[in-house]
């Protein structure tokens, strides 16, 4: 069993950055595809960015490419996404999950996800 607290959330202006954390505990963090979703008010769950095990390979949404970035630390059993150039239609409460499949199989497929954190709310705005 895998539980994922998600956090680094908040407020940032047009432009600004922010940098979101996902810490695991329980599980063997290095098998997991780890990978960041985000939800809008009135909008799905939408996939932003992933991970493999190893942390070499990634894939990024394409309205996040050049923007953001996914690292990960299998020993600290943590994945952070960096944001930066945020724009106003990057508000959504941002999902960290975890996967046992490898990232060419779990993709953005929300299904293939059985372990999620919380949440944690990132608001754009001037």
């Known amino acids: 069993q895998v539980q994922l607290v998600d956090s680094g959330g908040g407020l940032a202006q047009p432009g600004g950055s922010l940098r979101l954390s996902c810490t695991a505990s329980g599980g063997t963090f290095n098998i997991y595809t780890m990978t960041w979703f985000r939800q809008a008010p009135g909008k799905e769950r939408e996939f932003v960015a992933a991970?493999?095990?190893?942390?070499?390979?990634?894939l990024y949404a394409e309205f996040v490419k050049g923007r953001f970035t996914i690292s990960r630390d299998n020993a600290a059993k943590t994945v952070w996404l960096q944001m930066n150039s945020l724009k106003a239609e990057d508000t959504a409460v941002y999902y960290c999950a975890a996967s046992y499949l490898p990232l060419y199989a779990a993709r953005q497929n929300l299904n293939t996800y059985p372990y999620w954190g919380q949440g944690t709310q990132v608001t754009v705005s001037s």
């Open positions: 991970i493999g095990g190893s942390g070499r390979s990634t």
